[in-house]
C-alpha cells in the first residue's frame, strides 16, 4: 500500500464543478454589472450594452471551464509521460 494521500476522482471533479459554477456566476454577474453601467453612463439606457457585456461575462467563463475541465486542449501546453527508471 501506498502511504501517499490520493484525492478521489469525484472530489476533484467536485471541485472543477465549484470553481466552474461560481466562476459563471461572478463573471457574468460582472458583464451584467459593466453592461448597467455602461448603458446608463454611455448609451442613453439602451438594452444593447447590457446584453453584450453580460454575454461576453458568459464567454469568459465558458472559456475558463473548457480550461478547467480539458487541460490538454491550452495552446502552448505540453504533457510528457516519465521515464520509468530501472
Do not use: C
Amino acid at each position: 500500500m501506498s502511504t501517499e494521500n490520493k484525492i478521489p476522482s469525484e472530489d476533484i471533479l467536485a471541485q472543477k464543478w465549484d470553481r466552474t459554477i461560481s466562476n459563471f456566476v461572478v463573471k457574468t454577474g460582472l458583464g451584467l454589472s459593466a453592461g448597467i453601467v455602461a448603458s446608463a453612463l454611455l448609451f442613453k439606457k439602451r438594452t444593447w450594452p447590457i446584453a453584450i457585456a453580460t454575454g461576453w461575462g458568459f464567454g469568459v467563463a465558458y472559456a475558463d471551464a473548457q480550461r478547467i475541465f480539458h487541460p490538454a486542449n491550452i495552446p502552448g501546453a505540453k504533457f510528457e509521460k516519465e521515464k520509468p527508471t530501472a
